[in-house]
């Protein structure tokens, strides 16, 4: 926690909780995943983006009946915003989806999502992964 202020008025400013944070990771994944706008999800849900934006940043806490909106107007389950990544979160090893950012790792996850075949996608992922230098045990 730091402190804010000047002269004898101090406030303390929280750093958000890292659950939170994560749970506002997965928001934007799925948001940016779809094409959607902060503005277009707030419109959708009565906020406005500025909110959108504290949500997935983390410094506001999503209640559990707003998450429950949020995973139906981006068609998942409430389970999507907690999956295996939320013990890492827990422990303060919140991973960044920064890479979500990027212009290309965006079309790279369009492109994935547009293959219909399985077969192709275990292959596509297996051509990424020896690109990349992982190894992996899977023999799909």
Do not use: C, H, W
């Not at 806490?61 to 707003?66: E, I, K, N, P, S």
């Not at 139906?72 to 013990?87: A, C, H, I, K, W």
Request: hydrophobic fraction near 40%; charge should be positive; avoid cysteine.
């Amino acid at each position: 926690m730091s402190l804010i202020g000047s002269g004898e008025k101090l406030m303390s400013v929280k750093a958000p909780n890292p659950v939170d944070k994560y749970v506002g990771s997965r928001i934007r994944m799925r948001r940016i995943m779809l094409g959607m706008s902060q503005e277009k999800l707030g419109e959708s849900l009565g906020l406005t983006f500025q909110q959108i934006q504290k949500y997935e940043q983390g410094a506001n806490r999503v209640g559990a009946a707003r998450l429950s909106q949020i995973a139906e107007t981006l068609g998942v389950p409430v389970s999507f915003f907690y999956d295996s990544g939320l013990n890492n979160a827990k422990q303060g090893e919140v991973e960044s989806l920064l890479f979500m950012d990027a212009n290309f790792s965006l079309r790279l996850l369009r492109a994935y999502r547009a293959i219909k075949d399985v077969r192709l996608r275990r292959r596509f992922v297996t051509l990424a992964e020896a690109l990349a230098g992982i190894e992996t045990n899977d023999d799909n």
